[in-house]
């Protein structure tokens, strides 16, 4: 399993952003994907979450209406889309297996930074 993030950078607050995650190693449509989180000092931090077919998404409650998690079974990615970034959203950004409520931390990618500041 192998699971690369791209996308982060250095944002200003109220930019956007948008995150790919391109898995490999497993088939891709047979598993809900989720994002993460870990702001410098702090916890890891869930995001949001899509299944299998993409039909079901939940967030994070700080991030609904302005992140928007995506994926394409063709392409073997999940996305996350980020507008109206605050500073609060500064944090190295991760895509595991799983679902909402049980990941497989061991998928976890290198990740992407993503930094919200003027």
């Known amino acids: 399993v192998q699971l690369v993030e791209s996308g982060g950078g250095l944002v200003q607050p109220g930019g956007s952003l948008r995150l790919s995650c391109v898995a490999s190693?497993?088939?891709?449509?047979?598993?809900?994907m989720t994002w993460l989180r870990q702001a410098p000092g702090k916890g890891q931090e869930w995001v949001s979450s899509?299944?299998?077919?993409?039909?079901?998404?939940w967030y994070k409650d700080s991030v609904k209406g302005r992140f928007t998690i995506s994926r394409d079974n063709d392409r073997n990615t999940v996305y996350l889309q980020m507008n109206s970034l605050k500073p609060e959203d500064t944090a190295l950004y991760y895509c595991?297996?799983?679902?909402?409520?049980?990941?497989?931390?061991?998928?976890r990618g290198q990740g992407t930074q993503v930094t919200v500041s003027s």
């Open positions: 595991v297996r799983g679902t909402h409520v049980t990941w497989d931390p061991e998928t």
């Open positions: 899509i299944s299998n077919a993409g039909k079901q998404t």
């Open positions: 190693g497993f088939t891709f449509s047979n598993y809900h």
